[in-house]
């Protein structure tokens, strides 16, 4: 599989062990994030293993939308176009709605939302252009994309994965109304053992750590499994949402 991926949030977590995947598939991955020396270190290791793809590190803040649209310059320019989109950035400031700062919503509808929506629209063409019509759109969304988590703190955060899940069903009308192949999938997570509950702006470190030791969660390469499987369905079959979550975990 000599195809173009990009994979959003490359660095750490749940992005790196997808783009780990993709390149170990064969695909030429471009993995972005703010701290690129960490997927240059991830694109270092693959090639080391052996992997017959290649990870292609690329500088992004995806809370600046002229850095997402020269990033679709540069891989129309370096790759021709892109193939997959794995729309998998996201973060979660942990504040109330009673009392949240506005920037910290912003940055979450940013990230989570608006940058989701600006890859996809972009991805979408890449692929209209080349005239590619087996595309696939991921976008990794969250439980908290179907139901709302019971903490208080996590409400504005579960409205952006709302958002998230409206977004891919709306997407895969538009799709079908363009009578195009390319299909669009959500994979919505529970808990997930990465760095995400330690990034929460308010979250206090023993809080993470214990919401990670109370129970066994899911580990980053089992989404990067799922992600695996929902790009090797046959191209007739259209996987819509994959909810998954830890068996200890109480939703
Ligand atoms: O998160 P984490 P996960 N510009 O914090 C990047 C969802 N999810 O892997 O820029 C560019 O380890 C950041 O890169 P960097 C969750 O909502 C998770 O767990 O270098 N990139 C890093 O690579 C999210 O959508 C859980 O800081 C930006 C990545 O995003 C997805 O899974 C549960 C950026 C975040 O890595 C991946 O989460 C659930 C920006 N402005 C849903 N801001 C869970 N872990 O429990 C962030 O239900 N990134």
Known sequence: ?????????????????????????????????????KVEKLAAECQSAGYRGTLFPYKCDLSN??????????????????????????????????????????????????????????????????????????????????????????????????????????????LQEAKTHIRATCISPGIVETEFAFRHHNTDPERAAAAYESIKCLKAKDIASTVMYVLSAPPHVQIGDIQMWPLEQVL
């Not at 989570?112 to 990794?140: P, W, Y």
């Open 65 to 174: 939308e002229e850095e997402i649209l020269s990033m679709f310059s540069a891989i129309r320019i370096l790759h021709t176009g892109v193939d997959v989109c794995i729309n998998n950035a996201g973060l979660a400031h942990c504040e109330p709605l009673l009392c949240g700062r506005t920037d910290a919503w912003r940055n979450m509808i940013d990230v989570n939302v608006l940058a989701l929506s600006i890859c996809t629209r972009e991805a979408f063409k890449s692929m209209q252009e080349r005239h590619i019509d087996d595309g696939h759109i991921i976008n990794i969304n969250s439980m908290g994309g179907h139901r709302m988590f019971p903490s208080a703190d996590e409400h504005f955060y579960c409205a952006t994965k709302y958002a998230v899940t409206a977004l891919t069903e709306g997407l895969r009308q538009e």
């Open 1 to 37: 599989d000599g195809r173009v991926a990009l994979v959003t949030g490359a660095s750490v977590g749940i992005g790196a062990a997808v783009a780990r995947a993709l390149v170990q598939k064969g695909m030429k991955v471009v993995g972005c994030a703010r701290s690129v020396d």
